[in-house]
Every structure is written in structure tokens, then in C-alpha cells.
């Protein structure tokens, strides 16, 4: 049996692989397994090729990254086009469609013979069973139903469910065209089980979701109600998410004319008392650091979320990336600080975007979520939320006395000052992109320039007090560290564990607030190690440069970076930590040069 | 909507005064902007709603310094982005009544933009831009709205471009109010930006605001009172749009004054929109603690 099952499906625009995928994670997750399907398509707007991945597990899956345990292919041609993202090995158990005529034994792979292969005719029992082409995601489906053990019931359940509405002979074809999978894998078995075994943590449904639609739960949760943005790959669906659900609660979406008045809208929106958010990705988030810089110097809350992607420019728009950091840290003009917070699974989204909204109502600044494209839209299982655990914060309104003589921007200890907003009788008074002295009238005082310029700074921090936005796993006294962050920190975390149970001597530090540094965390996870490595999604290595800025790093804690839609593998890290085990003590390793 | 209506019967609640702050404006001695918020308080005062209820937004430029000297809540954004910005106040809080200014480098360079979409989803703000025709605050540089052949510190051989027509540009988009207005005759344009205020939707008012220090001789307030002639004097009825867009094309030539266009069945303002969905979807909102069941696979 099997407890960790790695799926990959791919064909023609049409073929529904994606549609089959969806089927499998939904049944997976009805029955309480844990799973990540991430999809991927050619660069045409309809048909060309689509692909899925799934990998489901009896418990946490912290990546969807792997070679496959199962291979689909509807034709090779599609299907060989995914390159690296669908690695058969000899293990991976083979399926394709028998219509494309190639012999079970010349696959069009290279430099892989696979020993369990499958031609079937999923074309002709679709057609057969549901006398439509269309049900071969059906048979595929039941096909690995059969084989791998997952979620028949529920399946089938699905099934009903979704053909409804078409009639009793539409649900009957399909259910037979399911049934025809499941009986030529019951006529064909492998020779060993791999059955998925039932899951670690019961049979409990999960919750599915990616990470846009969480994003977008989450900002309602928060109490977001107001959004504005300019559509963008990968970042669209919180939009499309926010623009079914906002209106229910009282709020209201603009789609802007473009990215800088969708950000514009928002903090207008903020200053008028409303929690107010925009989305974007990097393209996107040029455009918008001007105003990042008027809110931070109007000091107005604000949650603005980049879904990272391949860049620069328009880069790789469908593929995840880490290239953003640096964007992200120091965009705006002047001197200026804003919070940057990173999730690491389409689960962390919600929190990590509740935290947004509080602390940019806390500290009155905009604070950047950075997710990326694969995060944002892999469908993942997540365990039930205990929302009633999350307090959530709002901004430091005046009192009655302060209004009596109200001051803005009255430089207090925390640095922190009363936030009014129009409609607050007394709270009147300028907000302005211009520097400006306590009551908001401008000024060109150097003086006072610096003054607020402390302010601006001073009140972050207690932000550096907190602890819990950092996560540290391991032996605390490990020679070898790993830092990792965003959707790549699953990869990191599975590293760290294949390292363990080698017995190698290995933590790992995940920040989730990447900026500003906060160099006592650093300093303390880096006190007992002597190599060590971070594992991130661009081509520089941005997290390990921006940490370096401002902290002393071990001379030989180096990278894995590798740039977008190059998937970073565990076996990869794992490889790096063992040469870095067997150089520990007796090789002197040079720093990565700048 | 919450705009009181002028009643005869009572006195204002607000003198023009209660608007004015006592921040001493940057502007030249002379400037025609000194003429704008004079205008613009005397029209607050007989609107009748409290500083606090007003927000008033602005870009960069000479004009954008405007709100500081109101006692409304002010918002002196960035170049060219007071419209968005103001677009977001007003649908987070459409109690609010929200005014726009803007200069014409703002308004019609660097922001020129944003007004296509102000206009299309018709969002109940008041926008009032001061054309001087000159960038005055970075000290005379060319600006959308300079005539060509006119020679600056930035076209020292004389501009190579036409001018934009505010005027033309707004009726392009299907604005459904639209005024011109000078300090030169000041009782004129307080009433002009009180209509533009109690004009349910999006109002475009374009005030010629002399610059005394870059601006030419013929744009100065002297020679502005001798050439405006009112719409009203040549008998121009404002719901007749072809007729508007045809004295739209004499800006730079003419000096009108008056309401040029206003639309006897404005559309519906986007905010009424909102609000009509709100309460259409609202009973469909799930208490805070159950939002992520939308995510219970099969759902």
C-alpha cells in the first residue's frame, strides 16, 4: 500500500484532464485525505494542451513536487510537452490511450523504460458506456479509482451530482463509463498494491481550496469591505472570488481602469474608514508603489497582495516565482517601511492575510502579502479552521477628548497616533502625501521631517517582537539550517524530514513576516549552525541577500535558488545537505560571490 | 439623497467663513485659485452640510493645494490620481460629499486617464479643475492645455501640439454635467459648483484660473471679464447636447460661462448600483465564524 500517491495526467485542451483531476481531490479530500493538485496548460487561450498534478497522501502533503507514481496520457505529444513537470521514472506506472497506436514498449520517453505499462481504450469506453467522447476524464477516473484505492463512493457520488441536471440517461452513461474503469482495473491488476491506506488522521472531510479563493475568504473574514484591482494572471481569481462574495456583507469591488487606480480606490476606501484591499503581481505592483508610498507617508491601512510570477516584465505569467522580495521591500521612494508576510500553504493564506489586515490596521501602513502562482492556484486540502481563535484588530480611533483638539499625526511613544476618518465630527483634518507636522499641515522642515520620519519607523517596532511569525522545526542545536519561505517551504520542510530520518542533524527556519528582518531571529536560529542553506525560487536567491543586509550570516550558508517553473525537488536539498554533512569540519566553503 | 435642499425659510447653518482654515495659502498675490475657494465656500455654505461630512480631494499642482485651506477633510494624493482615490472614498462612504480638484497637468496629462472611467461608471463626485494653462508650481513649464507655438521653459521654440479641449474631452466620454466657470465673475461660479454638487452623478467644471505670474496677458482676470459671455445670454439651452459639443469645439477661442451641458435623465450613478446589490445579496451573507464552509468539497 501506498501512503503517498503522486498523479499525472495530461492531453488535449477538451480531454478533461483537469475535470478529472478535480474529481479525484474532491473525493480524496471527502475522505479525509490530505492532497495538492496543481494544473498547467500551453500558452493558448482555449484548447492547446492541459495537464494536472496531484498528489494525495494519509497525511500533510507540504509539496505537490516528485517524480510520478502514475502516469495519464491521453496522446504523448501533449503529454511530453510538460517536460520536467510530468518525470516518469521506471516505477511510475504508465496509462495512455491505446488509440495513438504506440506499442507498450516503444513509449516516446527518453532514456526511461517503465516497467508497468497500460494501454486502454478510454476513448472507446467512454464512447461506448456514455456514447460521448467526453466522459474519458470518467473512465480515467474510474480507472485509478480501481488501481490506487481512491474515494469510489465518493466518486460516484460526484458523479450523480454533477450530471443532475442533464437527465437520469446522462447520469447512468457516465456512472457505467466510471464503472468500465474500475472493472478493466479490477481485470489488470498490478503486481503489487498501491492502494492509497486510509488516512493517518481519520476519515473527516477536509476543506479544498486554492489559494486566490482563500485569500479572498479570508479578506471578508477580516472584515474587508472594500476592493479594487485591475485584472492580472495569477492573481485574478481573488477579485473574481471577491466579486461573488463582497456585496453580501455590506461591501463593495471596483474593477479599475488600471493598476494604479485600483490601488488608488483602495486607499481613498481606507481613508474613508474602511478596510480596503487590492491584488496584483509583479507587472501590476510597478505600477502601484507610488501610492504604496503615499500611504505609508499618510500613514493609511491598507493589504495589498502580489501573486508572484516569473519575471521581469511579462516573464512567465503562469508560473510561480520568488523574484518579488526585493520589489516588495524597497519599491517606493523616500525612506519608508512597510511589512512584507509570505504564506507557505493555500491553508497559511488565511492566516497569513488575517494578520495583514491586522497589522496594517495596527501599525496604519500598507503591509504586502507575497504569494505566488503556485500557492495562489494549486487546489489543496486544508485541515477545518478554528476561526473563532483569530482576534482581529482595528485601527487606533480618536476619543472624544482627542477630538476636542484633534492631532493626526501626534507623535506619541509608540509612534502610533489617532486614525479619524470623514463623517468623525472634529476628526477633521489633511491627510497629505506631503510631509507634515503633527495637526497634517505641510511642511519642509527638516526638523520635523525626521521627526516623523522616526515615527514612521519607530512604530514597527514591536512587530519585531513577534516570535510566532516565524517558524522553527528541527534539532535547535543543529549544525545544518535550512531557511525557506513562501510555497517553496513545503519543499524545504519535506527536505528536513528525508534528512532526519538519515539521521542528519538538520532545522529549519520558515519567516513568514519577511521584512522588516528581524535580525534577533536570524541571529539565534544561526548560533549553532555552521552550513547551511536557503532554499528559494529565483534566480538570486532574494531572501538570502535581504537577510544578509541586515544580519551576519555564517560564511558558509549558501543557496539552492533556481528560477521560476524549475521546480526545486526535496531530493535535490536533501543532496545539497548531505554534501554539506560530508564537507562539515574538514572543507573550508567559500561564500556564493555577489 | 442627504444634500440639503436651500430652503428660503432658514438662515445657512454655515457661513462661507466655517469652511475656510486658517492655513495661508502658497498661491501668488492675484492668483485665480484665491477666487476658486472663495467660490467654492460661498456654494458649501449654501449646500448646508457640515465641514466633517465633506472630503476633499486633490492631486500635485498649484490647484491641488486647495483642500488644505478648506476645513473639510482633505486628501492632497498624488500627481494626476485624485480621481481614483476620490472614487474609493465615495463608495466606501456615499454619505460623504466629495470634491475633486484638480489642475489641468493633473487633470488632463498625467491623470488624463482616469477620466474616461470617472465618467462611464458616472460616480456621484464633484471635479473641479483650475485650467491656467501653465504647469505654475514647477515654475512654467508647457501643460496639456497650452496653445501651440507658445513658448515655455520646456517648448523655448514654441509648443509643437495642440492643446486638449477639456471641454470636448469630458463631452467625448458622455459626461452628463459639465460647467465652465472664472473667478472673474465669482457669484457665477459658486453657482455653478453648488449645481455641480447637488447634481446627482458626476460633474466636470472647468474654471479658468489665471496664472498672475506665468500665465499671458489674455488669460489674466482683466482681460477675462471683457471677453466671457454667458451661456445663458446667448440663449443656450444645457440638455441640448449636440448644440454643447458644437460650443465645446470654441474653447481657446470663446470664454463661455454657465452650465454647457446637463443630462435631463442622467444614468444611474454606480453607487446607486452598489447599493441596490447590497441589499438584493445581503440575505445571503453567512455569519463571520462560517465563511470557510463555502469550501466543504462538493459544495
Not at chain 1, 507610488?290 to 495589498?304: D, K, N, W
Not at chain 1, 499625526?409 to 502625501?433: D, Q, R
Request: some cysteine; hydrophobic content about 40%; overall charge neutral.
Amino acid at each position: 500500500m501506498n501512503q503517498d500517491l503522486i498523479i499525472g495526467i495530461a492531453g488535449a485542451g477538451g480531454d478533461g484532464v483537469i475535470s478529472a483531476g478535480e474529481s479525484l481531490i474532491t473525493a480524496a479530500a471527502l475522505e479525509g485525505y490530505h492532497g495538492i493538485m496543481t494544473k498547467s496548460f500551453g500558452s493558448q487561450i482555449r484548447g492547446g494542451e492541459a495537464s494536472c498534478r496531484l498528489r494525495l497522501a494519509t497525511q500533510t502533503v507540504l509539496n505537490p513536487n516528485g517524480p510520478l507514481d502514475v502516469a495519464v496520457a491521453l496522446n504523448w505529444e501533449d503529454f511530453r510537452r510538460f517536460g520536467n513537470e510530468l518525470p516518469v521514472e521506471a516505477a511510475t506506472v504508465v496509462i495512455y490511450e491505446s488509440a495513438t497506436g504506440v506499442a507498450p514498449d516503444k513509449l516516446p520517453l527518453e532514456g526511461v523504460a517503465p516497467a508497468t505499462v497500460f494501454s486502454v481504450p478510454i476513448a472507446e469506453m467512454a464512447q461506448q458506456n456514455a456514447g460521448t467522447d467526453k466522459a474519458k476524464n470518467i473512465v480515467i477516473t474510474g480507472l485509478l479509482a480501481g488501481w490506487f484505492g481512491i474515494g469510489r463512493e465518493s466518486m460516484l457520488a460526484g458523479i450523480r451530482k454533477k450530471f443532475a441536471k442533464k437527465g437520469a440517461a446522462v447520469v447512468e452513461g457516465n456512472v457505467r463509463a466510471f464503472q468500465a474503469g474500475l472493472d478493466f482495473a479490477q481485470s489488470h491488476p498490478l503486481k503489487q498494491d498501491r492502494r492509497l491506506a486510509s488516512p493517518r488522521g481519520g476519515r473527516d472531510a477536509k476543506l479544498l481550496a486554492d489559494g486566490n479563493d482563500m485569500c479572498g475568504a479570508a479578506a471578508l473574514f477580516a472584515g474587508c469591505t472594500f476592493f479594487s484591482g485591475y485584472p492580472i494572471t495569477p492573481s485574478t481569481e481573488i477579485m473574481q472570488f471577491l466579486d461573488r462574495e463582497i456585496w453580501k456583507y455590506g461591501g463593495t469591488l471596483m474593477q479599475a481602469e488600471d493598476e494604479i487606480a485600483g490601488i488608488g480606490a483602495a486607499v481613498g476606501a481606507s481613508f474613508a474608514g474602511k478596510k480596503a484591499m487590492t491584488a496584483t503581481s509583479g507587472p501590476g505592483m510597478s505600477l502601484k508603489t507610488e501610492i504604496l508610498g503615499l500611504a505609508s507617508i499618510a500613514e493609511l491601512p491598507l493589504v495589498c497582495v502580489n501573486v508572484q510570477r516569473g519575471g521581469p516584465s511579462t516573464g512567465i505569467p503562469t508560473k510561480a516565482e520568488q523574484s518579488d522580495l526585493f520589489q516588495a521591500a524597497f519599491s517606493a521612494h523616500g525612506d519608508c517601511l512597510r511589512p512584507i508576510l509570505a504564506p507557505t500553504s493555500v491553508g497559511d493564506v488565511f492566516s497569513t492575510t488575517v494578520e495583514a489586515f491586522n497589522l496594517a490596521e495596527y501599525y496604519q501602513t500598507p503591509v504586502i502579502v507575497l504569494s505566488d502562482q503556485e500557492i495562489a492556484q494549486r487546489k489543496e486540502t486544508v485541515e477545518p479552521i478554528d476561526t473563532s481563535k483569530f482576534q482581529l484588530i482595528e485601527r487606533r480611533r480618536p476619543t472624544e477628548a482627542e477630538l476636542a483638539n484633534y492631532t493626526r499625526f501626534k507623535v506619541t511613544e509608540s509612534g502610533i497616533s489617532p486614525l479619524s476618518n470623514p463623517g468623525m465630527p472634529g476628526g477633521n483634518y489633511l491627510a497629505s502625501g506631503i510631509e507634515h507636522n503633527e495637526v497634517g499641515r505641510p511642511t519642509a522642515n527638516g526638523e520635523m521631517h525626521a521627526r516623523m520620519n522616526d515615527k514612521r519607523f519607530r512604530k514597527f517596532n514591536s512587530l519585531k517582537n513577534r516570535r510566532d511569525l516565524f517558524v522553527v522545526d528541527g534539532d535547535p542545536e543543529a549544525p545544518l539550517g535550512l531557511v525557506s519561505w513562501g510555497s517553496v517551504a513545503g519543499v524545504a520542510r519535506e527536505a528536513l524530514r528525508l534528512a532526519q530520518a538519515e539521521g542528519l542533524r538538520v532545522k529549519l527556519l520558515v519567516p513568514k513576516l519577511l521584512y522588516p528582518v528581524v535580525e534577533p531571529v536570524y541571529q539565534d536560529f544561526f548560533a549553532s549552525v555552521r552550513r547551511g542553506l536557503f532554499v528559494e525560487q529565483s534566480f538570486q536567491g532574494q531572501l538570502y541577500r535581504l537577510v544578509r543586509m541586515y544580519v551576519d550570516c555564517p560564511a558558509s550558508v549558501t543557496t539552492v535558488a533556481k528560477s521560476g517553473s524549475n521546480p526545486i525537488q526535496p531530493a535535490e536539498v536533501l543532496e545539497r545537505l548531505r554534501a554539506l554533512q560530508r564537507s562539515n569540519g574538514h572543507q573550508h566553503l567559500e561564500p556564493v560571490a555577489d | 439623497m442627504p444634500v440639503l435642499e436651500p430652503s428660503a425659510a432658514c438662515a445657512p447653518r454655515f457661513q462661507p467663513g466655517d469652511f475656510k482654515s486658517d492655513l495661508k495659502p502658497i498661491w501668488c498675490p492675484g492668483c485665480g485659485d484665491f477666487g476658486v475657494v472663495t467660490a467654492l465656500t460661498r456654494a458649501l455654505s449654501a449646500i448646508g452640510r457640515p465641514p466633517h461630512e465633506i472630503a476633499f480631494v486633490s492631486g500635485i499642482g498649484c490647484s491641488s493645494r486647495i483642500p488644505g485651506y478648506t476645513t473639510a477633510y482633505g486628501f492632497n494624493t498624488v500627481h494626476g490620481r485624485a480621481l481614483p482615490i476620490a472614487q474609493g472614498i465615495k463608495l466606501a462612504n456615499p454619505d460623504l460629499l466629495v470634491l475633486v480638484a484638480s489642475g489641468d497637468g493633473d487633470g488632463f496629462s498625467i491623470g488624463g486617464g482616469h477620466v474616461a472611467h470617472v465618467i462611464r461608471r458616472n460616480i456621484d463626485l464633484t471635479y473641479i479643475v483650475m485650467d491656467n494653462q501653465i504647469y505654475g508650481l514647477t515654475k512654467g513649464q508647457l501643460s496639456p492645455t497650452s496653445r501651440r507655438g507658445r513658448k515655455t521653459v520646456t517648448s523655448s521654440f514654441g509648443s509643437l501640439e495642440d492643446p486638449v479641449n477639456p471641454l470636448l474631452y469630458v463631452m467625448g466620454y458622455g459626461v452628463s454635467f459639465v460647467a465652465q466657470g472664472t473667478p472673474a465673475d465669482m457669484a457665477g461660479l459658486a453657482r455653478l459648483i453648488e449645481e455641480g454638487i447637488r447634481f446627482p452623478g458626476f460633474a466636470f467644471i472647468n474654471v479658468q484660473s489665471p496664472c498672475v505670474t506665468y500665465g499671458l496677458e489674455e488669460q489674466q482676470l482683466k482681460a477675462q471679464k471683457a471677453k466671457m459671455q454667458s451661456l445663458e445670454s446667448i440663449g443656450h439651452d444645457p440638455a441640448d447636447r449636440a448644440r454643447a459639443t458644437e460650443l465645446a469645439r470654441e474653447y481657446g477661442s470663446k470664454l463661455y460661462t454657465g452650465v454647457l451641458y446637463r443630462n435631463p435623465t442622467p444614468p444611474p450613478t454606480y453607487g446607486q448600483g452598489v447599493t441596490e446589490r447590497q441589499e438584493a445579496l445581503k440575505s445571503q451573507a453567512v455569519p463571520r465564524q462560517e465563511l470557510l464552509k463555502c469550501f466543504l468539497p462538493g459544495n
